[in-house]
Nanobody, 117 residues
Framework: VQLVESGGGLVQAGGSLRLACTAS????????LGWYRQAPGEERNMVAA????????AYADSVKGQFTISRDNAKNTQYLQMNSLKPEDSAIYYC???????????WGQGTQVTVSS
């Protein structure tokens, strides 16, 4: 499974960004997609995840009510809508895919999100 992210960039605090991640390859085995982020000097942590059918979602406590994960299965694409961005949301955001595993089995290359104060 190959994952390609897009949509990162520089935004002022309070602004919004929408990240996209398109999956290709043997995606039949993918049962969940999600987003992680990693700031300099910190661990990579999960931000949001969604089951393949979109029925089940999970969010990190720090982004509940602020970020929304969604997907368009016809386009094999998932999105992360990020609103009311804060400088502490600055990080590299990675798309992740699970294939029936506890940990993600595939990763995107990452996209930089920078929120200026």
């Amino acid at each position: 499974v190959q994952l390609v992210e897009s949509g990162g960039g520089l935004v002022q605090a309070g602004g919004s960004l929408r990240l996209a991640c398109t999956a290709s390859g043997n995606i039949v085995r993918v049962n969940a997609l999600g987003w992680y982020r990693q700031a300099p000097g910190e661990e990579r942590n999960m931000v949001a995840a969604s089951s393949r059918d979109g029925e089940n979602t999970a969010y990190a406590d720090s982004v509940k009510g602020q970020f929304t994960i969604s997907r368009d299965n016809a386009k094999n694409t998932q999105y992360l809508q990020m609103n009311s961005l804060k400088p502490e949301d600055s990080a590299i955001y990675y798309c992740a895919a699970w294939e029936g595993t506890m940990a993600p089995s595939s990763w995107g290359q990452g996209t930089q999100v920078t929120v200026s104060s």
